[in-house]
Antibody
Framework: QLQLQESGPGLVKPSETLSLTCTVS??????????WGWIRQPPGKGLEWIGT???????YDNPSLESRVTISVDTSKNQFSLKLSSMTAADTAVYFC??????????????WGQGTLVTVSS | DIQMTQSPSSLSASVGDRVTISCRTS??????LNWYQQKPGKAPKLLIY???SLQSGVPSRFSGSGSGTDFTLTISRLQPEDFATYYC?????????FGQGAKLEIK
């Protein structure tokens, strides 16, 4: 059974960089059969796609986050990571990692991590 | 960006009812429309992908339909565990976008 688990700090100071890691178990990132993505959800609000990566390192980013996002993959550890710079209170959210199916490009998110709440506060 | 508009944003229904939730996109997205269910404090769960394909393990009372820019999620006979928030999402082009959600509550 595939499992995804987010890890990282629950509290980040304004202007700092958030670093989160998603560890995948029960399946291999390097199989190339799927993409791997990050989605976030501010408290009480809807879902926002952050970005997606393929095992090769190719990425798709959300332009709304400008150039603040860096997504990387470590196939040796079966992990992928998110860095979000210049954090503000507006970035306070639950951050989810998820697997994205591959069908001529990234498609639906079929497996999700449980999510991790990140609060931006001094 | 492709804008996603769900309606209604909230609805009340009873166990055994049939309910439909609509999702309209700002441009044609082929079949690349997905539906998720989210319960409080939990991650979203994929229900329907590619407009009408039922995700493995999801009860058959859930179904999806539509084309072009208008899509629908139907729950044929509501069960107590179906009360949740439902999101549509397009995977036609980046940035992948979600609807604002439709909260289904018990009447």
């Amino acid at each position: 059974q595939l499992q995804l688990q987010e890890s990282g700090p629950g509290l980040v100071k304004p202007s700092e960089t958030l670093s989160l890691t998603c560890t995948v178990s029960g399946g291999s990132i390097s199989s190339g059969s799927y993409y791997w993505g990050w989605i976030r959800q501010p408290p009480g609000k809807g879902l926002e796609w952050i970005g997606t990566i393929y095992y090769s390192g190719s990425t798709y980013d959300n332009p709304s986050l400008e150039s603040r996002v860096t997504i990387s993959v470590d196939t040796s550890k079966n992990q992928f990571s998110l860095k979000l710079s210049s954090m503000t209170a507006a970035d306070t959210a639950v951050y989810f990692c998820a697997r994205q199916t591959r069908g001529g490009g990234p498609r639906e998110f079929d497996y999700w991590g449980q999510g991790t709440l990140v609060t931006v506060s001094s | 960006d492709i804008q996603m508009t769900q309606s209604p944003s909230s609805l009340s229904a009873s166990v055994g009812d049939r309910v439909t939730i609509s999702c309209r996109t700002s441009q044609t997205i082929n079949i690349y429309l997905n539906w998720y269910q989210q319960k409080p404090g939990k991650a979203p769960k994929l229900l329907i992908y590619a407009t009408s394909s039922l995700q493995s393990g999801v009860p058959s009372r859930f179904s999806g339909s539509g084309s072009g820019t208008d899509f629908t999620l139907t729950i044929s006979r509501l069960q107590p565990e179906d009360f949740a928030t439902y999101y549509c999402q397009q995977s036609y082009s980046t940035p992948y976008t979600f609807g604002q959600g439709a909260k289904l509550e018990i009447k």
